[in-house]
């Protein structure tokens, strides 16, 4: 097995779905095939298009999965997708390059400039060490965070005494629950996305939760995209069908 960055556009010319499954063609079979049951990085580009005047791309880390299987795209030749699972976004996007360091050693050339040619590939493989602190510098805010929490539902071993890499405290559902609060908080502005209230105890704390559209129980991944924000009543609601989504056709 082996530890890897994947590269996804904002707008990708293939069939990406990060949290899903992520989609390729059969020049980095080889490489994807040894990710399987490892996990990977996300890389967002600077090119949101294949046209080489694009821009818009953070040029940044954003997420972190592991990879299931590898599938053969029945509709489009020479084309495959890998399966992902154990998707999470990190707290903060991390730039391919900070202070001057480069987070991936390969994308630096021996003079110091940067090495365009591996930066072309989508998929790059990484040593552990390298991949760690990545996830270290994606993960900060929430690593503090589990680090002060000794509530019921917290993370008990402090984190700066985790000598176990990096990647098997991201698979902890208590650390997934904390990131996936975070997330979908931030992205609703604390706000129930039903009834649009912002409510604010008297610590300064949102009273606001995190929900899974498709349960974590069915599989469904820890992604902005599978959650919403609700109040504590709500949620309850929400959680035994008495709330529900609907899809409304235009």
Known sequence: ????????????????????????????????????????????????????????????????????????????????????????DFDRPVPFAEGGEYYESSLRKSDGSTNKGMFGRAVRAIPDTEFDRILKAGFVVDLRAAQNDKGPSGIEEPIVDFERPLVELTVLRPFRDQAFKRLIRSAYDCRCALTGLRLINGGGRPEVQAAHIMPVASKGPDSIRNGLALSGTVHWMFDRGLSQLTKTLK
């Open 1 to 88: 097995m082996t530890k890897a960055i994947f590269t996804t556009k904002i707008s990708p010319s293939y069939d990406d779905r990060p949290e899903e499954y992520y989609h390729f063609p059969a020049t980095y079979l080889n490489q994807v095939r040894r990710t399987i049951g490892d996990h990977i990085i996300y890389y967002e580009p600077r090119r949101g298009t294949a046209e080489a005047s694009s821009r818009g791309g953070r040029q940044a880390y954003f997420a972190t999965a592991r990879v299931d299987e590898v599938v053969e795209d029945n509709a489009l030749p020479d084309h495959f997708y890998a399966r992902i699972s154990d998707y999470l």
